[in-house]
């Protein structure tokens, strides 16, 4: 990296860097649907839907765990 680009960079190249570019991205993308007063088709975000089914998840994880069984996912 040269001397101009080192000035300026706050995280070494690779994993760090795109690590963050994904927060940056995400907030933006959210931010803009928050502005527009509007939820896109295809959200490049998680919604409230997609943590929902994630609890969901992890709720029949643990009664699977509990149970020593495997537990059926929870409808929506």
């Known amino acids: 990296m040269g001397p101009e680009?080192?000035?300026?960079?706050h995280y070494p190249?690779?994993?760090p860097e795109g690590f963050a570019d994904l927060f940056l991205g995400l907030f933006e993308a959210v931010y803009r649907s928050?502005?527009?007063?509007k939820m896109p088709p295809k959200p490049a975000f998680p919604t409230f839907a997609d943590?929902?089914?994630?609890?969901?998840?992890?709720?029949?994880v643990l009664r699977s765990h509990s149970?020593?069984?495997?537990?059926?996912?929870?409808?929506?």
């Open 51 to 60: 943590g929902l089914r994630g609890l969901l998840i992890e709720d029949a």
């Open 13 to 15: 190249a690779g994993h």
């Open 67 to 76: 149970s020593q069984q495997w537990a059926d996912v929870a409808a929506q």
């Open 5 to 9: 680009a080192r000035a300026t960079s």
């Open 34 to 37: 928050v502005r527009e007063g």
